[in-house]
């Protein structure tokens, strides 16, 4: 906290800016609460047009500020990064609000829609006031000169009386009609009326505000408070009288005279402004003056970001009281809370906006640093920012396409049932439930905001993208000090999405999480705790994704008695003897997943007993999808499937295997790092050829796996070896890679997905490596040639990475057509906003409607006998009946299993049960049938069988 700059700051103007704003959020509570559609006709109306009357300074009063602020502005080159602040919380909260109005109301929402939306000013509801703003930001120096230039008080109390006269006065003479007596009887009779003095300026009403708060500044106004306040008083009840008078019988007149360059608020405003400039603030604790500055300081926001939380608070006021005059009591809850929730938003977006400016501000720094210093990297980091500025709006286009598969859906609905009550290791049976723990955060915050799941699939995607970039832009801030490679290695990271499904899930949670605990770990100062505690964390998270990484802890654990028992000996070379397998780095490692560990574990017995853990064990590890295996066995389907991923990739793997046995036994590898180089490359390239005709397929991880090649060559023929990023990063993916193959049945697209994270290490590897051999050439006959055919083969690998991946982006979707044939937008439910083909999204709008009709009906536990895990969202609130979302198979195993899941958990019972007339069971008709015998009765319609109890 800046305690200087507090002395010097003036709370009173803290406080203007706060009622100011309180006041906008005010008369939003008219906009909204049916105000201007009531007829002005009695008690509580003569209130409310008081109130609104009252209310009409909000606006005006930010006015008259930054005429108080800005009035001894210069120009200068300076004075426009003045307007950074303002026009990126504006961005931010166009950014949100579309995003709402995408979720809520259906509007489109894309890159174009958002840079015209921001452009036009009708993204953000309320952002008129900005767009004016602008105009005054850019005016107010030459204003300044202007009103400086003025040699006197009375040469400037003409040009306030000027200024006043051409866009105030109009509003106070321009609203009554001489030609007809009746409608001095009878105002609201008729609204032409007579000009008497030119209105032409109006518009330029914001410029008088502007020199009124640069004269209150400069002389105030001699008039006693006492005064003043009865005034005030005064004017308001006259004002408010004569605007119940003119609205009379009819709904309330909005003249000009109550607009923002209307007598009124002109009136009223510089009265209160005056009112409040006058508190004494010199004695006020410093904690209130704290407060109130940083209250203040969310002014902006506030008003930019209320349009959300005014759409989903008045609505419920409008439904809950029915008369409008009723409602009137409530602007003493409704207004609080919008503010409040406003400002909480607004002190996020004023967040976001400090560390996207800090963030620019230090990018220019730092290109300017690297312009001035001659090394050939100096563009490095401004080249990652590009990329992943493409990479990341590349991403956010591709998720609105493909609504094919059920994995993604599923993936949500573990915490949405979650949110609902239910327990995890006992209402759900799903083997990877343990990772909805993670999601529940989001799935909890977007149904309390919109209060349904419409739309959570997308949301969830671009949740997705945001959470990746940040995961990858972490990563390469403590990886840039390593080249370009490192950019590269980043980037093409991002790109990849464990099989094309983009979404939050054990799949890319775990990569991630993986990823990010190799590398904070391999880069920490290990004499610093936070580093290593946030690794422990997110290698807890990790587990949670695939619990069999467990082992990886115990493996670690080895690794650090090892550090114990060489570091003293003549082994000490060795990699066990870094600090990164100390036992202080451990204990810090342990205690971060500890934390998550505890959080978890209460969570779960919070809603679950031990002794319903054990019973629902047994049955769990009972997945006939995930069928139990001893160890040697799954360590031969884990060989055995990258072997077979291919029915030509065992020649690959012999190739490689022969190169790295001879490159491994070569004592002068040193000096034929070229001709290994080029024989990997080669060896990678034939690979990903191999794949390439599959890479759109929904298998498509599989061209991940060949660049683990190139990082084993690379670690091997480098000198100065980065022994840590080995053993943190790329050996822990491997450990993934086959913890996964434990725990899933997809067994080499695991593998391959897993090492994705191996292959950020080995592309540091490569720079390092290619670095090293610029410095020191190859003792060959042919030494330069071939150093710079390994280096131009190496670099056409990355590009040809680079190109899969870029076209697995853009041409595949998961369980879907290409995004090409999908132009079919769905318009409700939990996917929409997703684009299908016209088939799918006719049968999921005819299966959706169906469902939607539940709601009419009582809650209770629901079972959808259908493998299209959606419809469980799209149920909205009702409690799941079912063991899991994820329907095995529509076989008799499915059933059997149901049967075991409600012998143990009796309460889960369905009170309805929903069956898809496209659903694959076999004997459809003896399940319903069963089910009659049970109490339920059947109502049937062309889409499904509804059974209820």
Known sequence: MDYEKLKKRDSSLDILRIIAVFTVLSVHFFLHNGFYSQTVEDKPMYIAVVMRTLFSVCVPLFMLLTGYLMSKKELSKKYYSGITKTLVVFVISTLACMIYKNIAQGDIFNLKSFILGTLDFTGSNYSW????????????????????????????????????????????????????LDWWTNPTSSDEFQKLVPSWWQGFYPVAYYFVGCYIREYGLKMKTRTMLILFVFSLFLFSTFNFFRSYGTTFKSGTYIYWYGFEPFVLSVLLFLLIKRIKTENMPKTAKVVLWKVSDLALGIYLISFIFDSIVYPILCEKVILMPDRLPFYFVTVPIVFVLSAAASFIMNL???????????????????????????????????????????????????????????????????????????DEWHLTQLSGFLLLPFVWLYTTITQSTVGIILAARIFYVICHAVVVCIIYSRLKKYGYFTVFGCVLYFLFTPFDIMALSYNTMGLDLIALTGVLMATADYSKKLPLIISGLAFAGAVLCCPYLAAAYVLYLIAVGAHCLIKKTPLNKNVFNSDLFSIKTFLWFTLGAGILAVIFIVFVLSRVSINEIFTNLPYLMADPDHPQMGFMMKMNYYFKTIVDCHSHFKYVLMAYGATAIVMILDRKRKQHRSIYLILTSAIVILALV??????????????????????????????????????????????????????????????????????????????????????????????????????????????????????????HCFWESSPS?????????????????????????????????????????????????????????????????????????????????????????????????????????????????????????????????
């Open 352 to 426: 976001v906006a400090k560390i996207l400016i800090d963030g620019f501000k230090s990018a220019v720094k730092m290109v300017r640093d690297l312009r001035s210093k001659p090394d050939k990297g100096k563009y490095q980091h401004i080249i990652f920012a590009v990329l992943m500025a493409l990479a990341i709006g590349f991403s956010l286009w591709k998720c609105y396409y493909g609504f094919g598969g059920n994995d993604e859906s599923f993936y949500l609905t573990i915490p949405h049932r979650l949110t609902l009550g239910d327990s995890l290791l006992g």
């Open 690 to 811: 191999m794949f390439m005709p599959t890479i759109t397929s929904v298998y498509y991880n599989a061209i991940m796996f060949p660049m683990i090649f190139m990082s084993i060559t690379a670690y091997v023929l480098s000198e100065n070896k980065n022994r840590e990023l080995f053993a943190s990063l790329f050996i822990l993916g491997i450990l993934y890679s086959v913890a996964l193959c434990f725990s899933s049945n997809q067994y080499f697209f695991v593998t391959a997905m897993a090492c994705s994270a191996s292959n950020i290490a080995g592309f540091v590897f490569v720079g390092n490596l290619i670095k090293e051999m610029k410095a020191s050439p190859d003792n060959l006959d042919y030494a330069v040639p071939c150093k710079y055919f390994a280096f131009g083969i190496t670099a056409f690998l990355i590009v040809l990475q680079a190109c899969f991946q870029i076209t697995v982006k853009a041409e």
């Open 129 to 180: 006031y900005i767009e004016m703003y602008i105009g005054l930001f850019l005016l107010a120096p030459f204003l300044n000169l202007a009103y400086g230039k003025l040699k006197n008080k009375k040469q400037k109390q003409v040009l306030l009386i000027t200024v006043v006269f051409l866009t105030i006065v109009p509003s106070l003479f321009n609203i009554f009609n001489f030609g007809s």
């Open 821 to 949: 044939q999908l132009s079919q937008t769905i318009q409700d439910g939990p996917a929409k906003g997703i684009k299908t083909t016209s088939a799918n999204a006719e049968n999921y709008g005819q299966l959706y409607n169906d469902i939607n009709e539940y709601q009419n009906l009582e809650k209770g536990n629901i079972l959808f006998l259908t493998q299209k895990t959606w419809t469980y969202l799209a149920a909205k609130d009702f409690p799941y009946g079912t063991l899991s979302a994820y329907v095995t198979g529509e076989n008799q195993n499915s059933l059997d299993r149901l049967r075991s899941y409600y012998s143990v958990n009796s309460k889960k019972i369905p009170k309805y049960i929903y069956i898809p007339k496209d659903s694959q069971w076999e004997n459809i008709q003896q399940i319903v049938l069963e089910a009659q015998q049970n109490g339920y009765t059947l109502s049937e319609n062309t889409v499904s069988y509804k059974l209820q109890r």
